[in-house]
């Protein structure tokens, strides 16, 4: 999908319009719209007309394609951060590749699986990152250790699997190789218990066979997409599922032929770097700085690799079923380059009360007949109250009533004053049941009616954070954009 070419402001032709007028139509650049604030949020208006200005919304892949987001993926591990990651993985990751090699092979399997954990957890962790929208790469978390470290083995070993398992069936069904020989053989050497390495594959069998080499190609053409459904799917099968994978690709298209490319060339690094750490493994281990040096060059490929399945998911995710298509979605303009809120402060004196205002009801008697209203579910009268009463402390007036005023508002279309009354109903007591349902209300209003996507975004993570296992928690996540 490549960019299209994106509207000009009306005004100034050379600039990128980011937002529409709803009254005169015409298109604006950040030049040509102002800032207001109205109650607690700012909106935006047209300095033309004064109407508002509705925010552009394209998708991600029209504002960037995928192989303009790869023009400096090259440089993603070689930040501070990024070094430290690798050298800290790779510290830890040299050390248990040694202990695989000095204890029995049977102490030999929790080293190894650990390793594994290790590295596929930070593989997955980076690619979920890029999808997030991070540009540093990311601290993996090792806490849990059925979902950090075992299931992420699991699903690169699957994943992996289309490459190597196919290419074992394939030789012990047509290549001739005895797989039961092989095992009794290996079962019988004591010498495979001393040291564990395994005896010759006969894989020279493969190099002059045409179907072999065909199945080594679709294998390595499938798996950058098995890598993919290992981080959207739920289900440890789904990453094997040649239908899913297959209809996958040709919904990228052209992306993902890129993305094979780019990963052949990276391919190609990798085998240069690996006769590099080869040969830096030759080292007596009592140089350990040598198998540390290797492990942090291959990961820095690797990182690289991960990188730009994590940038595919990133512009064309929604491909996959992954997230909601709303979170593909984008202003065409970013956030820093909206205008500033404009304040208009009148310098003029308040005037004296008059006679009729001196005698008004009391904020009390005002503050009655505003509950009195809403049990009546007379929305003009408390919608003028609660307006009438903005002067009063959130506190005062009771969360239900705030909650009402916010539906009402939104109702009627007054998007500022639902905003207002559903933000202090959540800040007026926040342990209330009714916290958690007003801030839904406040996240929906923010981002399906003023095109707010980042406050209402925010929101929802504070709900996912603040009112864990609620209703309203397990809605705000199905509107966060993937995160895991």
Known sequence: MPPRRLAHCKRHPTATAGWRCTDCAALLCPECVEARRMQTVDLLFCRACGG?????????????????????????????????????????????????????????????????????????????????????????????????????????????????????????SAGGWDVFQYLDRLASDPMFYMTGRFHSIPGERLLGDPLAWLLGLAGLAYLPMALMMAVTSNSLLDT?????????????????????????????????????????????????????????????????MARVLGLLMYARGDALGYGAPSDYVTPVVPAEATPRTTLRVDSAPLAAPTPAEAAAPSPEARLQEL????????????????????????????????????QASAAQGDNALAVRALESAADSAPDDPLAPRALVLLARVLGERMQEQTRAQDVYRYIVDRYPDTEASRFAQGRLPPTS
């Open 371 to 406: 509950s009195a209203a809403v049990q009546a579910r007379d929305v003009p009268q408390a919608l003028a109250l609660y307006t009438a009463l903005s002067f009063l402390p959130k506190a005062t007036i009771p969360p239900a009533v705030h909650l009402f005023v916010g």
């Open 52 to 172: 508002r200005a509705d925010t552009l919304l394209v998708h991600r892949s029209e504002l960037a394609s995928f192989s303009q987001r790869l023009n400096q993926v090259w440089r993603y591990p070689f930040t501070r951060q990024g070094l430290l990651v690798v050298a800290g993985l790779g510290a830890v990751m040299a050390f248990v590749g040694f202990m695989t090699q000095v204890t029995l092979i049977v102490a030999r399997l929790a080293p190894a699986a650990i390793g594994a954990g290790l590295f596929w957890g930070a593989f997955f962790s980076i690619m979920r990152a890029s999808v997030r929208g991070e540009n540093e790469v990311p601290i993996p978390e090792y806490s849990d250790i059925l979902a950090d470290w075992f299931l992420p083995a699991l699903r690169g070993l699957l994943a992996t699997s289309v490459v190597w398992l196919t290419l074992l069936l394939y030789l012990a």
């Open 240 to 304: 094997l599922n040649p239908l899913t994978a297959v209809r996958g690709m040709l919904r990228l298209g052209r992306d993902y032929v890129v993305a094979l490319g780019t990963l052949f060339a990276l391919g190609l690094v990798y085998l240069a770097v690996r006769v590099v750490s080869a040969s830096l493994r030759e080292i007596p281990f009592e140089l350990i700085v040598s198998r540390w040096l290797a492990q942090v060059l291959e990961c820095l490929v690797l990182f690289v």
